[in-house]
């Protein structure tokens, strides 16, 4: 049995290594599940977040590595159970020169711009905080958000608030700081938002398998051990298990 799994190039939930292989949290967990129900071979397909929803849909792979949920995209894919729960975050330039700790924050002030990837969530939230098309550069990938945070072209990139956590530890505190967004429930938890493994709708077999193992394999010890490798805590596993 085959199955083939797209990710995009997004530490540390996938990566492609200088060798070729693909790793980091997502792919991680991807492997240890398809093995389980008795996937052979995996082929591991790298894409552009853009194409992950469309290439799904046409039966071009199996599955998607995991992203938020969200009403509009369950319209066109299936989701399985969610695997972990993570909330938003800037990256910016060390010291934070424009003081941006939140969508609102960012968007008082018309001389600052951010940074999102096409077709990923932030962008809806942004522009529910207030922020305005203006501010807004669109990007195909997480490199070239980067790279337009470190040359001064955006003041911040909205990605995970882990994602940049490790963006941030790798590239060095003297060049690049995550931010982890201020809530503005004052005092109150806000559950982070889930994310999931995403397939075509018709592949029902392929999706009661994974979530059957989901639901044995998600918060077990070996599960806990292989995500702290990449950085992924009770933080961000805790939220899915909630249900």
Same mark, same amino acid.
């Given at each position: 049995?085959?199955?083939?799994?797209?990710?995009?190039?997004?530490?540390? *939930?996938?990566?492609?290594?200088?060798?070729?292989?693909?790793?980091?949290?997502?792919?991680?967990?991807?492997?240890?599940?398809?093995?389980?129900?008795?996937?052979?071979?995996?082929?591991?397909?790298?894409?552009?977040?853009?194409? +992950?929803?469309?290439?799904?849909?046409?039966?071009?792979? @199996? %599955?998607?590595?995991?992203?938020?949920?969200?009403?509009?995209?369950?319209?066109?894919?299936? *989701?399985?159970?969610?695997?972990?729960?993570?909330?938003?975050?800037? +990256?910016?330039?060390?010291?934070?020169?424009?003081? +941006?700790?939140?969508?609102?924050?960012?968007?008082?002030?018309?001389?600052?711009?951010?940074?999102?990837?096409?077709?990923?969530?932030?962008?809806?939230?942004?522009?529910?905080?207030?922020?305005?098309?203006?501010?807004?550069?669109?990007?195909?990938?997480?490199? @070239?958000?980067?790279?337009?945070? +470190?040359?001064?072209?955006? @003041?911040?990139?909205?990605?995970?608030?882990?994602?940049?956590?490790?963006?941030?530890?790798?590239?060095?505190?003297?060049?690049?700081?995550?931010?982890?967004?201020?809530?503005? %429930?004052?005092?109150?938890?806000?559950?982070?938002?889930?994310?999931?493994?995403?397939?075509?709708?018709?592949?029902?077999?392929?999706?009661?398998?994974?979530?059957?193992?989901?639901?044995?394999?998600?918060?077990?010890?070996?599960?806990?051990?292989? %995500?702290?490798?990449?950085?992924?805590?009770?933080?961000?596993? @805790?939220?899915?298990?909630?249900?």
């Amino acid at each position: 049995m085959k199955v083939t799994i797209a990710y995009i190039e997004e530490p540390p *939930f996938g990566w492609t290594e200088a060798s070729g292989i693909a790793t980091g949290a997502d792919i991680d967990l991807a492997d240890a599940v398809l093995r389980t129900i008795g996937v052979t071979r995996i082929e591991h397909r790298p894409t552009s977040f853009s194409e +992950l929803l469309p290439g799904v849909e046409s039966g071009r792979w @199996d %599955m998607n590595v995991p992203l938020f949920v969200t009403r509009e995209r369950a319209n066109r894919v299936a *989701f399985s159970i969610p695997v972990w729960g993570i909330a938003d975050g800037f +990256l910016v330039r060390t010291g934070n020169p424009k003081a +941006l700790d939140s969508y609102v924050s960012l968007a008082k002030r018309a001389d600052a711009r951010l940074g999102i990837i096409a077709g990923q969530v932030q962008h809806d939230t942004a522009r529910a905080s207030g922020v305005s098309e203006h501010q807004i550069a669109v990007f195909e990938h997480q490199a @070239d958000a980067i790279e337009a945070v +470190l040359c001064g072209a955006i @003041d911040a990139y909205a990605s995970t608030a882990l994602g940049n956590r490790i963006v941030a530890n790798r590239i060095g505190g003297s060049k690049l700081e995550a931010v982890e967004h201020e809530s503005g %429930m004052k005092g109150k938890q806000q559950k982070p938002p889930p994310g999931a493994f995403s397939f075509n709708r018709r592949n029902s077999e392929l999706i009661q398998a994974v979530d059957k193992a989901l639901r044995s394999y998600l918060g077990s010890p070996d599960h806990r051990a292989r %995500m702290a490798g990449f950085g992924l805590t009770h933080n961000e596993i @805790d939220p899915a298990l909630a249900g």
